[in-house]
């Protein structure tokens, strides 16, 4: 039987390139010198497509490809695929969720303790020399603390589950109360950006959370607040943040993720009390390849027959490979 041709937007990482390659007939729209022609040719014999979120898919591209029957995505967000689009057309979406928790559950914890312990600015005030002529200030402390989980998915239950070791107050806003866990559940943002002074994003982008942590927000998390955000930049409303840290609103900011990747607003570079990363939270090796297998998995099992692996909650589940007479 002919492989199935398989659409790239963007190339991926070495292994899953190689496992793609065994198992599909590969197309690369970053090589084509004409994205029309492109599409007008290969369009109509596209029945998978893998990609990530750096690679939007919106649902023109989707009516470019009749026959697509899945989308594979490396990132357990999806909030750059149209999955409301690609559901109206039976078409499968599946995501890397579980295989990326504790690793960016790890790295929100070592941002906020960078950012309350200032560990990223210490390092840099060391090299410059500085130290034989002043001791480092002392710096704002994590003890006493009470932080606010915004999303208590997947992610953020592992951000607790880490932060429990650290004897503070948890608490969490989401759309529903989670009857199996104890921490205190606020049913509005705003509320519980009143109760705490650490406020941990973890709820996924889209149109339902942009812009969710305004100035409202910041103001109400107080002069002692710190913002880690592991998400997505578009939760926040970032000039109101950038105001809030120069205004000393709130005390500091640790941010993974920024709102036009991977351009960040000169702003940020500014400010003393902000630690920036190029947005590396699920990103070690160990990590991401966990991640890429899980894409060529949900690839491979929807071909044979046996469904996807991960779907999305909106995907139409239950579909199964026409490949499998389904
Ligand atoms: C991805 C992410 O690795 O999983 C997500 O949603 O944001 C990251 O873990 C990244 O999008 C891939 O480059």
Redesign the pocket.
């Known amino acids: 039987m002919q492989p199935a041709d398989l659409l790239l937007l963007k190339p991926m990482q070495r292994s899953v390139m190689d496992a793609l390659a065994a198992a599909f007939t590969l197309h690369r729209a970053d090589t084509a010198p004409d994205l029309d022609a492109f599409y007008r040719e290969i369009g109509p014999r596209i029945r998978a497509m893998a990609t990530?979120?750096?690679a939007p898919v919106d649902r023109a591209l989707i009516e470019r490809l009749p026959h697509l029957e899945i989308v594979a995505s490396?990132?357990?967000?999806y909030d750059t695929i149209d999955v409301t689009a690609a559901a109206e057309r039976g078409v499968v979406v599946t995501n890397?969720p579980d295989v990326?928790s504790d690793e960016?559950a790890d790295l929100a914890l070592g941002l906020l303790l960078a950012t309350i312990r200032e560990i990223p600015q210490a390092d840099r005030y060391l090299r410059a020399g500085h130290w034989p002529t002043r001791t480092y200030p002392l710096t704002a402390t994590l003890r006493g603390r009470h932080v606010g989980i915004l999303g208590l998915g997947r992610i953020g239950r592992a951000i607790a589950h880490r932060l429990e070791g650290f004897g503070v107050t948890l608490s969490y806003h989401g759309r529903r109360r989670q009857e199996d866990v104890a921490y205190g559940f606020h049913p509005t943002l705003l509320e519980m950006a009143q109760a705490v002074d650490v406020l941990m994003i973890v709820a996924p982008g889209g149109p339902e959370t942009n812009g969710i942590v305004n100035a409202e927000i910041l103001q109400a998390l107080g002069p002692e607040g710190i913002v880690v955000n592991v998400a997505r930049g578009s939760l926040i409303d970032e000039p109101a943040l950038i105001e809030a840290l120069r205004s000393g609103t709130i005390h500091g900011a640790g941010l993974d993720?920024f709102a036009t990747e991977p351009r960040v607003p000169e702003a940020f570079l500014g400010l003393d009390r902000v630690v920036l990363l190029p947005?590396v939270?699920?990103?070690s090796v160990h990590t991401?390849e966990a991640?890429g297998r899980l894409v060529v998995d949900n690839l491979l099992s929807w071909f044979s027959g046996q469904g996807p692996l991960t779907p999305v909650p909106e995907t139409p589940v239950g579909g199964h490979s026409a490949e499998a007479g389904r």
């Open positions: 990530g979120a750096q490396f990132g357990v967000g890397t990326l960016v993720v947005h939270g699920s990103g991401r991640m």
